[in-house]
C-alpha cells in the first residue's frame, strides 16, 4: 500500500490556483466536522464486522471515517482525500480520538494507490458529485474492492429541494451553486442516477433508496442557510462566478439578504435530498 503521496488538488489556473470548491476553505471544512457515522452512515453499519479492511474515499475532515473505524477495528482502515489541509484535520481528529486502526492518505479517488482486491468495504460519502466522470471512480473503487466486498455510497441530489415558503433568493443560490458544479463537469442534482452508474461500474447494487436532509427548527434552519452565505463569501466559485459574468456582485449581495430573511421567518422549512446505495463487487 502507497504511503504519504505526492499528489496534489486538481484546480484551474483561472480560479487561483485553488480548486473551485474550495475544498481548502475553513467554511468548507467546518460543514463536514459536525457529521458522524451514526446517522449518515447507518444504512453502511449492518455489513460492517471487526477485522474487515476498509476505506473512506474523500473523507473530508474524517468525521465519519472515525466511526467507521472503530466498527471495524482491529481490522485496518483508510481515509483518502485529495485536499491535503483535510487529511490534516483527519489524522488529529482521530488521534484526538484515539482511533489507532485509522491512517489516512492524499490521494484522488479516481486514481487510488491501492492493488486490485485491497479492502472488505469501501464508503464514500458526498464526493461523486464533485466529479466530471464518477463512473471513473466507482470502477477504482470496484477494482479494490475484494470480491464479495460491498461499497456503501451516498451521492447528493439537490435537484428538486424542499422550500416553504417559497423563495426566490434561496432558489437561485442552488442555481448558482450547481453552476460552479457544472463548470468543473460536476453536478449536485445527480445522486437519482447512482444506482445507474454503478450498475455500469460493474457493482450489483444491492440496496438503494433517497432520503431528506430536514431542516425543521427554526435554529437549524438559519445555520443551514448562515452556512451557505459563508459559502458565498468564501468559495472561489462564486469569485469565477463574477469573472464569467454568470451573476454580478450585486445580484449576489441581494440573493444574500434575501436569503437571511427568508431564514429568520419563524415557518421557514428546508429539506434537500440525497440517494444512498450499497452495490457488490
Ligand atoms: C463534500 S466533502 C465530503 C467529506 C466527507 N466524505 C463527509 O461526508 O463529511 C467532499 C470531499 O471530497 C474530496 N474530494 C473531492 N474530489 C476528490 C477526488 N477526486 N479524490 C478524493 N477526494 C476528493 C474533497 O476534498 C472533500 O473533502
Known amino acids: 500500500m502507497a504511503s504519504g503521496s505526492s499528489r496534489q488538488p486538481t ?6 490556483g485553488r480548486p473551485f470548491y474550495g475544498y481548502d476553505s475553513p467554511a468548507v471544512q467546518e460543514h463536514y466536522v459536525g457529521r458522524s457515522a451514526w446517522p449518515a452512515a447507518e444504512f453502511f453499519m449492518p455489513h460492517l464486522e471487526p477485522g474487515m479492511s476498509l476505506l473512506d474515499c474523500g473523507c473530508g475532515p474524517a468525521s465519519i471515517t472515525v466511526g467507521l473505524a472503530e466498527v471495524v ?5 483508510v481515509g483518502i482525500d485529495i485536499e491535503p489541509s483535510m487529511i490534516a484535520q483527519a489524522t488529529t481528529l482521530a488521534k484526538n480520538q484515539g482511533v489507532n486502526n485509522l491512517r489516512f492518505e492524499v490521494a484522488d ?6 492493488p486490485d482486491n485491497s479492502f472488505d468495504r469501501v ?3 458526498a464526493v461523486l458529485e464533485h466529479l466530471p466522470d464518477p463512473v471513473k471512480a466507482l470502477k477504482e473503487i470496484h477494482r479494490v474492492l475484494k470480491p464479495g466486498g460491498l461499497a456503501g455510497l451516498i451521492k447528493t441530489d439537490w435537484g428538486d429541494p424542499l422550500i416553504s415558503p417559497e423563495s ?8 448558482l451553486f450547481e453552476q460552479g458544479f457544472n463548470q468543473q463537469g460536476g453536478s449536485l442534482n445527480r445522486g ?6 454503478m450498475q455500469e461500474a460493474g457493482f450489483d447494487v444491492i440496496e438503494f433508496f433517497a432520503a431528506y436532509g430536514n431542516a425543521t427548527t427554526p435554529e437549524l434552519v ?31 449581495n441581494e440573493i444574500k439578504e434575501g436569503m437571511k430573511r427568508w431564514s429568520e421567518l419563524p415557518e421557514a422549512f428546508i429539506a ?7 452495490g457488490r463487487k
Open 11 to 16: 484546480s484551474h489556473p483561472k480560479w487561483h
Open 73 to 77: 477495528a482491529p481490522g485496518r482502515a
Open 109 to 114: 479517488i479516481t486514481d487510488l494507490p491501492y
Open 123 to 125: 464508503f464514500s460519502c
Open 168 to 175: 426566490d433568493a434561496v432558489t437561485r443560490f442552488f442555481r
Open 192 to 197: 437519482r442516477h447512482l444506482r445507474l452508474i
Open 222 to 252: 438559519q445555520a443551514e442557510i448562515n452556512g451557505y452565505i459563508a459559502w458565498m463569501d468564501n468559495l472561489p466559485w462564486f469569485d469565477q462566478a463574477i469573472e464569467l459574468n454568470v451573476v454580478d456582485q450585486a445580484a449576489l
Open 272 to 278: 434537500k435530498g440525497r440517494c444512498v446505495a450499497i
